[in-house]
């Protein structure tokens, strides 16, 4: 059985001293014999050396917290796990028994470490204890053992936990009308707005309050007074000109405009913000009350936005056609149907022949009087080109740009020189972009011998007038020609086409201020040349035909001779010759004034694609 620690420890420095004692007269005795003194020194350090490490060893393999070792002042040193456990649940009671008492402002409560739960973190304070005795390495665990021998302590501050809810209901007991301050948010529903008023609230210190307690729940001799302070939260009025802004909405009609295009019309939002304070004045806390939404609905919403955006007629044009000529007639209503309804928005082009599409029978064209090879023929689509030019004229007169256009070879009648378009397709097209900042409409009716395009938009206050001003520079006349014509007889002239004079025009663009009426600018818009429509007359070639007498024969008697019928013959045409005059400036004496008989006014020039003029 070994010797109890602490005496052998003893012995052993007793020995060592009277050694010493020893050592140190031998060595004054003679020099020889220090060198053993140090050798035995030597010899009795590594003994108490190695009894100290012993020692350690013993303390660290065992199952024992090191003697010392503390958790909030219980010793639990020289124990093991279960029963250190065992010692801290027994001061985990006694913090169930520690009294508190909350003074708010001269008012009190008691309350005991059981009211709030008050417990020790027992299982992490063991671990940490065990693991302060058994763990790191040599000379860590070697210091740690040789101070708790010699008298070395460790304690360790272990976490004590509360129930903050139940210390919250503690604290709001004793603050008579405590709670939170309470501010409302405005809630819309529908046209309403529901708005009720707020309440001033008691704010404890709640967080000041557990801190206290859990600095004075160690101190188990003792009741402690726990001071309670709070703050008073005022609530905040509904800013009723916020939420005004808040749900306002200024009404607003549809509209148009080049860079967002087509806008929704919005319904307009407002209350009425005087009566809504005077009402919240009267209201207490926590009362509620209903604000009306007012909802304007707007007057021009996109169904009806056409009407606004087309309300005023910028311009209109007509000229006449003969209603009489009914494949003529019929061209000209498909053209005006073709353009009819036409919307335009800003910076958008027109194309007459995109908006007409082929001139064919299937798109329901007829044949009727064009000019081809400077006569007049039937060709498919003849006419259109009335409504190309009466479109024309309500452009210029709207002041919109006019991007492709090209005059008949031929003056066509129906509008002054100058101021006519020609279209053919595939060859020739009439062309213009809408320059305004809103879009435009086309309108165009055909009936009862008059073609009407109007343009329609909104107009500007500084909308210019527009006047077109039209002037005939020189005029040339036409010839006449006459055609054999073998269907007709000898001696016969009929004037197959009307003629018609020829001209060098000009047309000018004038703008006036709309509200001075001073002119602006005077721009020319074209110089054109029309060439003379020749006068056509046929002369009929055709021999009169005659009955050739046939000679006498004796009478034979009792003979019946049936009459013998002489053959027709056709007369062999002659070579046309055409009787030509010379174009001058001043009319033929024959034909001073050339009268327009015959086909009817209103030719177009070129339908065919393939003529070259």
Request: hydrophobic residues 30%; contains cysteine; glycine residues 6%.
């Amino acid at each position: 059985m070994l010797p109890n620690r602490h005496n052998y420890v003893t012995i052993t420095y007793e020995i060592f001293i009277e050694r010493g004692r020893n050592m140190s007269k031998v060595m004054r005795s003679n020099k020889a014999e220090k060198k053993l003194t140090f050798v035995v020194i030597l010899l009795i350090i590594l003994i108490i050396l190695g009894a100290l490490v012993g020692l350690a060893m013993a303390k660290t393999n065992n199952d024992k917290i090191l003697k010392g070792t503390s958790v909030n002042g219980i010793d639990i040193g020289d124990m093991n796990k279960e029963e250190a456990t065992k010692a801290l649940e027994d001061y985990s009671d006694t913090l169930s028994n520690k009294e508190f008492v909350l003074n708010y402002e001269g008012s009190k409560l008691a309350f005991t470490g059981k009211d709030i739960d008050a417990k020790v973190d027992i299982n992490s304070s063991v671990d940490q204890a065990y693991e302060y005795s058994k763990s790191g390495d040599f000379f860590t665990l070697f210091s740690r053992a040789i101070g708790s021998t010699f008298g070395g302590t460790n304690n360790i501050e272990a976490a004590i936990s509360l129930n903050g809810e139940s210390i919250n209901e503690l604290v709001n007991k004793i603050i008579a009308g405590s709670g939170d301050m309470a501010n409302y948010e405005p809630e819309i529903k529908d046209d309403t707005i529901i708005v009720t008023k707020g309440h001033d609230g008691i704010a404890p210190r709640y967080d000041e309050v557990k801190e206290q307690i859990r600095s004075d729940i160690t101190e188990l001799t003792s009741v402690s007074e726990i001071r309670v302070f709070a703050d008073i939260s005022k609530s905040v009025d509904v800013d009723l000109d916020a939420l005004y802004k808040k749900v306002y909405v200024e009404k607003k009609d549809a509209s148009y405009s080049k860079e967002a295009g087509y806008v929704d019309a919005v319904s307009g939002v407002s209350f009425d913000l005087k009566k809504a304070k005077e009402d919240y004045a009267k209201l207490k806390d926590d009362e509620s009350m209903t604000i009306k939404l007012k909802i304007e609905e707007p007057a021009v919403t996109l169904e009806n936005l056409e009407s606004v955006l087309f309300k005023d007629k910028l311009a209109t044009y007509s000229t006449q056609y003969n209603a009489a000529n009914l494949n003529r007639s019929n061209n000209l209503q498909l053209a005006g149907k073709s353009i009819n309804d036409y919307i335009l928005k800003p910076d958008e082009e027109f194309s007459y022949n995109d908006a007409l599409g082929e001139r064919t029978v299937k798109n329901g064209y007829k044949e009727a009087h064009v000019y081809s090879g400077g006569e007049v023929v039937d060709g498919l689509g003849g006419g259109i080109c009335q409504i190309s030019s009466t479109l024309y004229n309500a452009v210029l007169l709207s002041n919109l740009e006019v991007t492709d256009r090209t005059n008949h070879m031929f003056w066509p009648e129906y509008v002054k020189p100058s101021l006519d378009a020609t279209v053919a397709w595939g060859a020739i097209d009439f062309k213009f972009k809408n320059n305004r900042e809103t879009p435009i409409k086309i309108k165009a009716s055909v009936s009862g011998g008059t073609a009407t395009v109007s343009i329609y938009g909104l107009k500007q206050d500084d909308d210019p007038i527009v006047e077109i001003e039209q002037k005939t520079l020189t005029t040339s006349y036409p010839k006449t020609i006459e055609r054999p014509d073998n269907t007709m007889l000898e001696g016969t002239k009929v004037t197959s086409q009307t003629p018609v004079n020829g001209y060098t025009s000009e047309a000018y663009k004038i703008l006036k201020d709309p509200k001075t009426k001073e002119q602006i600018s005077r721009t020319l818009i074209s110089k054109d040349t029309y060439k003379p429509t020749d006068k056509i007359v046929k002369v009929g070639t055709k021999k009169v035909e005659t009955t050739p007498v046939e000679p006498e024969e004796p009478v034979v008697p009792e003979v019946t001779e049936t009459p013998v019928t002489p053959e027709e013959t056709t007369p062999t045409p002659t070579t046309p010759v055409e009787v030509e005059q010379p174009t001058t400036t001043t009319p033929p004496a024959e034909e001073k004034k050339p009268e327009n008989t015959g086909w009817p006014t209103g030719w177009d020039t070129p339908e065919n694609p393939d003529y070259k003029g």
